[in-house]
């Protein structure tokens, strides 16, 4: 490694204390960069790369509210304004008990990247509690929601930053936040994306993370000639992200196998097809039940406490959480002869693992690329928001399979080594170019 690295990610890690996942985060991109920044001397003379980890803004706050029994109850809620170099801060709202600042500053850093690759002008940010909706009644959430956007709600707006959702943060709470934002303001005003088709949603957004996950994965196929028809797929998670991902594989020929939750895994040999995806979605989404339920009602294999990596596929779909694949786990997912990984949730897999993946030459698209669907479809909302208006599913379905295309291309552009992609330096190389160039252009700010 460069001594410039070493001395940078020390001063990283010096300033930034204990936030594992952002140092994480900040490594990955910053080896894969300095290289480029090395030949473009202009960038670091700006300071670029010290100031893109930097965050513009970040917002801490209380949130107090009171259960369904009287009782008082605190927690922490944040937003992370990391860059609004290229549009208004965007980024989604995550509700776990796992959430702290390190946590939701990688997840804003990623942002910024994954939001220029979308083509579109969205700045990077994140927010999100250490709040767990998991056994709330939906008025507790309700409650808890209306606290956590009072305090929100002076930093937000549709020109300076939108709101979405992630984990722990689905079409219910996003209903619920939207309510309080409107009260308060007293305006009808796109500041959340992923809000109700009823009032100013976009469709397709609940899909576009699955779906565009395994278009890019069809677009990395088709540079070996192959596509997703006849393929295994293995998907971690159970939420959005993992439920929409089995419904595009499945619309094209490919088999999902695998479904995951904090508990374990299930295992369908015979694949999920669109009626017991139909079960997970009542399961996961209404009754917000545990994935262990899809192995009694259709009679396969559950693993407790486990990740679905062992399972022999063609193709992986980490759609859960950060650092789900360890280097254990990548070298038995290319052992099992897996040749493509589309990361469909955040930093799913370690930097060991990463290793592997690339010494193994396979296909392997990082989250920030191969996710990007989510808030590119956000930012179509944004759109149709201002306009007033609202297209048809194929209008936003086809606009998003052209975003996916044009962030497989600029990958391809940047990571092209030989015959080999490496889509981790196309991704962070592509979508560091247009931040940086703007942030040029914007002066000392
Ligand atoms: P959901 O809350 O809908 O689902 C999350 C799923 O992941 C659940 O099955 C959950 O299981 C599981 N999970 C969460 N934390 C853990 C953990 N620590 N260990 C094991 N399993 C866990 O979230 P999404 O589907 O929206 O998000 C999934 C991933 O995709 C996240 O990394 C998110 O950042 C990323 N992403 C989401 C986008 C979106 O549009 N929603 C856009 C881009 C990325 P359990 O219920 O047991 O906690």
Not at 149 to 176: C, F, K, Q, W
């Amino acid at each position: 490694m460069s001594k410039r690295i070493e001395s940078f990610m020390k001063k990283i890690i010096e300033k930034n204390p204990g936030e594992t996942e952002f140092h994480q985060a900040v490594r990955e991109v910053i080896e894969s960069i300095m290289p480029f920044l090395e030949k473009n001397p202009k960038y670091l003379e700006a300071k670029i790369p010290e100031k893109i980890v930097e965050p513009e803004r970040v917002i801490m706050f209380r949130v107090p509210w009171m259960d369904d029994k009287a009782e008082i109850h605190v927690n922490r809620g944040y937003r992370i304004e990391m860059n609004s170099a290229i549009g208004p801060y965007k980024g989604g709202l995550r509700f776990h008990p796992t959430v702290n600042l390190g946590i939701l500053k990688f997840l804003a850093f990623e942002q910024v990247f994954k939001n220029s690759l979308t083509t579109l002008p969205m700045g990077g940010g994140k927010g999100g509690s250490d709040f767990d909706p998991k056994g709330k009644s939906d008025n507790e959430v309700m409650r808890f929601c209306q606290s956590f956007m009072t305090e929100l709600s002076r930093h937000i707006g549709p020109n300076t930053d939108v709101p979405a959702g992630d984990i722990g943060v689905g079409a219910r709470e996003i209903g619920y936040l939207f309510g309080q934002y409107k009260r308060l303001r007293n305006e009808f005003t796109g500041v959340l994306t992923g809000k109700g088709i009823n009032w100013g949603g976009s469709l397709i957004r609940p899909e576009a993370t699955g779906y565009g996950a395994v278009y890019f994965a069809e677009e990395m196929l088709k540079t070996r000639n192959d596509s997703i028809k006849g393929k295994i797929c293995a998907v971690s998670g159970s939420g959005n992200v993992a439920q929409y991902t089995v419904e595009k594989v499945t619309g094209l020929g490919g088999k999902a196998v695998t479904l995951s939750d904090s508990g374990g895994y299930i295992y369908d040999e015979k694949g999920i097809n669109e009626k017991k995806l139909a079960f997970v979605k009542e399961l996961k989404n209404v009754k917000r039940g545990r994935i262990k339920e899809y192995a009694k009602e259709f009679n396969c294999k559950y693993f407790e406490n486990q990740r679905p990596w062992a399972v022999k596929c063609d193709v992986a779909f980490p759609s859960a959480t950060q650092n789900e694949i360890s280097e254990s786990d990548a070298t038995k997912l290319v052992k099992s002869g897996c040749i493509c990984v589309a990361e469909g949730a955040n930093m799913p897999t370690t930097q060991e693992g990463i290793k592997i993946f690339l010494k193994a030459k396979i296909l392997y698209g990082p989250g920030k690329a191969a996710n990007a669907g989510g808030v590119a479809v956000s930012g179509l909302e944004m759109s149709q928001n201002s306009e007033r208006i609202s297209w048809t599913r194929e209008e936003v379905d086809s606009r998003l399979r052209n975003i996916m295309i044009a962030i497989h291309a600029t990958c391809v552009k940047y990571g092209k080594e030989g015959k080999y992609i490496d889509y981790v330096k196309g991704a962070n190389i592509g979508g560091f170019i247009k931040v940086a160039d703007t942030m040029l252009d914007q002066g000392l700010v």
